[in-house]
């Protein structure tokens, strides 16, 4: 995925919103809400139908009667796709999948953070020959994402013995200009007279690192931690090139290698299941951490 | 810019940039290489010989009806989801920025699809158009259309469409949101004490000032529809039918793990750079010039 750069809409969103009750005769007409719930309607529908697909039997599926309220086979339904893996093959179980995702996104995310914390912090707070070099080296890896070296990235993985491991899933993706940038640009803004004081108090740089810079990115690290995590969930070229080990497989890709070449005679209902149980980790994020992914998603941009 | 107080240290800094160096030159600056010198010679499948052929490889690609129809493909496929997601996002913010009562849910329920994977997006859709298991599907053919989006390449490329639209609505409803709410209430206050009904407020002072958000979002959008598609691409239609939905980052793909034409892959992958390149440096240059706003 390339990653692009961040520009001014930040700035805008975190002003405050303007009164909009100039107006004495403004009200919200009912249409407005209409379409909004239109809105809303086409974004849920197809999960709506995937979500009841997954409480009925594979022939009900198959016959095409496609039902609209939910039925009795849930339970067993989640269990088969849980501890066996859906689909005509069996592939994997999807608590395999779903853990290979979390572990895989979790240690993209983490890793991106700490070494572009530590490269940001080196770049900001010290002056040594090569300083501006490696800034550029690592600012240009923005023009170089995985999607547009997909040959020599894997003969890469092939040399250095990576290929089907958990290591070559997720190192190549943990380099990120974007995060790099977004730690910058923070660590610019803090105030000289830290640095002096810590100084003064003889604190070394690695000090000063554990005691006032990453308190003091918090807020910024948690942002970029949800958007990161959706980054290395939403995996889907990388994890097709480089692993095709079962016990190894994510649940995005493991759901479409179900989905086969869309035969109708497919186990629907538990492949309907597996997509239902992929949605949840990512949505959950998204819903339960929105303040972190606004921010997050409009500082960053990915 | 630079900081006035800075530590000392000769060696710490180095340590401290290490990790990343690292895995840019060996996973980014090492393929790109590769890639370079890949696209200047010809191997046979197996790796056993290799000759130089300068710039043969580049020569085959562009002149290859295939690769220039995957180009036209690539347009037509990033054009559409640019557009309808675009226009479907700034609707849908323009209504959200009206309602007071119930903001916040409608934002939450709005964005949610960003997190939703461009693959499951894609297998989402597929429950709902197949011919024969899904809802919208079975309609159509139950209606009089013939739909198969197997068979025929103008739905496929319509299915792939909306499916990869669908997550980037929220992205863009969210912008354009945040983009309205800077808009200072006293110029839409002049606007209305002059006169102007709301359409013709908001195609004139709106818009326009809404112009910078939409501009960055073009960029981001065509980005996404290049690059990031790959999965719905790869889990709904595979390219297919024929070639209908085969776009350049597939066709790369197809070709060099399908196919092992290593140097032609490669090329593909240097003409890709070229254009990443190209939008960055057009991201770039557009907000240098919004500083001096």
């Given at each position: 995925?390339?990653?692009?750069?961040?520009?001014?809409?930040?700035?805008?969103?975190?002003?405050?919103?303007?009164?909009?009750?100039?107006?004495?005769?403004?009200?919200?007409?009912?249409?407005?809400?209409?379409?909004l719930?239109?809105?809303?309607?086409?974004?849920?529908l197809?999960?709506?139908?995937?979500?009841?697909?997954?409480?009925?039997?594979?022939?009900?599926?198959?016959?095409?009667?496609?039902?609209?309220?939910?039925?009795?086979?849930?339970?067993?339904?989640?269990?088969?796709?849980?501890?066996?893996?859906?689909?005509?093959?069996?592939?994997?179980?999807?608590?395999?999948?779903?853990?290979?995702?979390?572990?895989?996104?979790?240690?993209?995310?983490?890793?991106?953070?700490?070494?572009?914390?530590?490269?940001a912090?080196?770049?900001?707070?010290?002056?040594?020959?090569?300083?501006?070099l490696?800034?550029?080296?690592?600012?240009?890896?923005?023009?170089?994402?995985?999607?547009?070296?997909?040959?020599?990235?894997?003969?890469?993985?092939?040399?250095?013995?990576?290929?089907?491991?958990?290591?070559?899933?997720t190192?190549?993706?943990?380099?990120?200009?974007?995060?790099?940038?977004?730690?910058?640009?923070?660590?610019?803004?803090?105030?000289?007279?830290?640095?002096?004081?810590?100084?003064?108090?003889?604190?070394g740089?690695?000090?000063?690192?554990?005691?006032?810079?990453?308190?003091?990115?918090?807020?910024?690290?948690?942002?970029?931690?949800?958007?990161?995590?959706?980054?290395?969930?939403?995996?889907?070229?990388?994890?097709?090139?480089?692993?095709?080990?079962?016990?190894?497989?994510?649940?995005?890709?493991?759901?479409?290698?179900?989905?086969?070449?869309?035969?109708?005679?497919?186990?629907?209902?538990?492949?309907?299941?597996?997509?239902?149980?992929?949605?949840?980790?990512?949505?959950?994020?998204?819903?339960?951490?929105?303040?972190?992914?606004?921010?997050?998603?409009?500082?960053?941009?990915? | 810019?630079?900081?006035?107080?800075?530590?000392?240290?000769?060696?710490?800094?180095?340590?401290?940039?290490?990790?990343?160096?690292?895995?840019?030159l060996?996973?980014?600056f090492w393929?790109?290489?590769?890639?370079?010198?890949?696209?200047?010679?010809?191997?046979?499948?197996?790796?056993?010989?290799?000759?130089?052929?300068?710039?043969?490889?580049?020569?085959?690609?562009?002149?290859?009806?295939?690769?220039?129809?995957?180009?036209?493909?690539?347009?037509?496929?990033?054009?559409?989801?640019?557009?309808?997601?675009?226009?479907?996002?700034?609707?849908?913010?323009?209504?959200?920025?009206?309602?007071?009562?119930?903001?916040?849910?409608?934002?939450?329920?709005?964005?949610?699809p960003?997190?939703?994977?461009?693959?499951?997006?894609?297998?989402?859709?597929?429950f709902?158009?197949?011919?024969?298991?899904?809802?919208?599907?079975?309609?159509?053919?139950?209606?009089?259309?013939?739909?198969?989006?197997?068979?025929?390449?103008?739905?496929?490329?319509?299915?792939?469409?909306?499916?990869?639209?669908?997550?980037?609505?929220?992205?863009?409803?969210?912008?354009f949101l945040?983009?309205?709410?800077?808009?200072?209430?006293?110029v839409?206050?002049?606007?209305?004490?002059?006169?102007?009904?709301?359409?013709?407020?908001?195609?004139?002072?709106?818009?326009?000032?809404?112009?910078?958000?939409?501009?960055?979002?073009?960029?981001?959008?065509?980005?996404?529809?290049?690059?990031?598609?790959?999965?719905?691409?790869?889990?709904?239609?595979?390219?297919?039918?024929?070639?209908?939905?085969?776009?350049?980052?597939?066709?790369?793909?197809?070709?060099?793990?399908?196919?092992?034409?290593?140097?032609?892959?490669?090329?593909?992958?240097?003409?890709?750079?070229?254009?990443?390149?190209?939008?960055?440096?057009?991201?770039?240059?557009?907000?240098e010039?919004?500083?001096?706003?």
């Open positions: 995925m390339p990653e692009a750069p961040a520009p001014a809409p930040a700035a805008a969103s975190r002003r405050s919103r303007p009164p909009r009750d100039w107006n004495p005769i403004h009200r919200v007409s009912w249409r407005t809400h209409l379409w719930l239109l809105g809303v309607a086409v974004f849920c197809p999960v709506w139908i995937t979500l009841v697909g997954s409480t009925h039997d594979a022939s009900t599926i198959g016959r095409g009667d496609v039902p609209l309220l939910p039925g009795a086979q849930g339970p067993e339904n989640y269990r088969v796709a849980w501890l066996e893996g859906g689909g005509r093959f069996r592939t994997t179980p999807a608590w395999l999948m779903l853990r290979n995702s979390i572990v895989m996104a979790v240690l993209i995310a983490a890793g991106k953070i700490a070494i572009s914390l530590l490269s912090f080196a770049v900001v707070f010290f002056r040594f020959p090569g300083r501006m490696a800034f550029w080296m690592i600012f240009v890896t923005l023009m170089l994402p995985v999607e547009v070296r997909i040959i020599p990235t894997f003969q890469v993985m092939v040399s250095l013995g990576l290929v089907n491991t958990m290591a070559g899933l190192i190549p993706l943990i380099a990120s200009a974007t995060a790099t940038l977004l730690f910058r640009q923070f660590f610019l803004t803090i105030p000289d007279e830290l640095v002096e004081a810590a100084k003064l108090d003889g604190a740089p690695l000090r000063f690192l554990r005691d006032v810079v990453l308190p003091l990115s918090r807020t910024n690290i948690a942002a970029l931690f949800v958007i990161l995590f959706l980054y290395g969930w939403n995996q889907y070229l990388w994890p097709l090139l480089v692993v095709n080990d079962q016990s190894l497989q994510t649940v995005v890709l493991g759901l479409a290698r179900m989905i086969g070449n869309g035969d109708s005679q497919n186990e629907w209902n538990t492949i309907m299941a597996t997509a239902v149980l992929s949605l949840l980790p990512p949505v959950a994020v998204v819903v339960l951490m929105q303040r972190w992914f606004v921010r997050g998603l409009t500082e960053t941009e990915k | 810019m630079q900081r006035k107080a800075i530590f000392g240290g000769r060696a710490l800094p180095y340590a401290l940039l290490l990790p990343q160096l690292a895995v840019t060996v996973f980014f393929p790109a290489g590769m890639a370079l010198y890949q696209s200047v010679l010809r191997e046979d499948p197996f790796g056993l010989a290799a000759e130089f052929v300068w710039f043969e490889n580049f020569a085959e690609v562009l002149s290859d009806p295939g690769y220039l129809q995957s180009l036209r493909t690539t347009a037509v496929f990033a054009a559409s989801v640019t557009l309808l997601s675009l226009s479907a996002g700034l609707f849908l913010a323009v209504q959200a920025d009206k309602v007071r009562r119930g903001a916040g849910l409608y934002r939450t329920l709005l964005i949610w960003y997190a939703v994977a461009p693959a499951v997006a894609a297998v989402l859709w597929l709902l158009f197949h011919p024969e298991i899904g809802l919208l599907g079975r309609a159509l053919n139950a209606a009089g259309i013939p739909w198969d989006y197997r068979l025929n390449g103008g739905q496929a490329m319509a299915l792939v469409v909306l499916a990869a639209s669908w997550k980037q609505v929220s992205y863009n409803f969210l912008f945040a983009g309205l709410h800077a808009i200072p209430a006293s839409l206050e002049a606007a209305a004490i002059d006169g102007a009904k709301p359409v013709r407020r908001f195609w004139t002072v709106v818009f326009p000032l809404l112009s910078p958000t939409t501009f960055f979002l073009l960029v981001v959008n065509l980005v996404y529809a290049f690059f990031d598609t790959f999965g719905v691409i790869h889990a709904l239609t595979r390219g297919g039918p024929g070639n209908a939905t085969e776009t350049l980052i597939y066709r790369v793909y197809v070709d060099g793990v399908d196919n092992l034409d290593l140097g032609g892959s490669a090329a593909q992958s240097v003409i890709l750079m070229a254009i990443v390149v190209a939008l960055t440096a057009i991201q770039f240059r557009y907000i010039r919004r500083v001096h706003y």
